[in-house]
């Protein structure tokens, strides 16, 4: 795909997958959280070390969701690739609130963080799997050296998280590590997603 080029308020440009209803949010004088609606499975940023991250499962080798689409997108090699994975348990490569990376394959983006969300109802903390889920990802990004990387509302759909409360734990996280990446993207597929994401922004980060 030629997508076309995003010009920021801060000055930034760069290059991502056409999301519409883009809206950039300074975190620190060189890096900025941006909101868009969209397909995470296409996004990229041109010439760069970039991530999507999977909000996989526990045994990590696809699902429905954003995980199913993440695969299909990637083609079969990221499917041998979460194989290779080395199970942590019987049945469990990535257990909730940890993450995993590997190439992106057939994706335009250069590598998947794969990571665990909490079962709403079935988790005895999720506030804080949830946190860790978004925090672990972004601890494997800053290790491989990716400057740019893309979340979606990671658990807000079959896992069944209220989309304010993750939302706001999504940003309070990403804004502690304000000044590791070029820019935190969030690609959100529903428009009540979206319209969540950007009230907490708006809280979160209005300085
Ligand atoms: N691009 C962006 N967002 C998407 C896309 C997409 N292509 N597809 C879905 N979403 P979910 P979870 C949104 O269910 O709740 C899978 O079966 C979706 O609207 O993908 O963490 C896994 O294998 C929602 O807002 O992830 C696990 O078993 C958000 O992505 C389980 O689901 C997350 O929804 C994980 O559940």
Redesign the pocket.
Known sequence: PSPPSMASASGVSTISNGGDGVIRFPLSPSSSLVIQK????RWFVDGSTDAIVN???ERML????????IHKAAGPDLLQACYNVPEVRPGVRCPTGEARITPGFNLPASHVIHTV?PIYNGDSNPQASLRSAYRNSLIVAKDHNIQYIAF??????????PYDEAAMIAISTVKEFRTDFKEVHF????PD?YNEWLNKANEALKD
Request: include cysteine; charge should be negative; proline fraction near 3%.
């Open positions: 969209g397909d995470i499975t909000p996989a499962n696809g699902g429905g969701g954003a995980d199913g689409a969300g979606t509302a990671i658990s807000c759909g079959v896992y069944g998280y690609v959100l597929f529903s997603v």
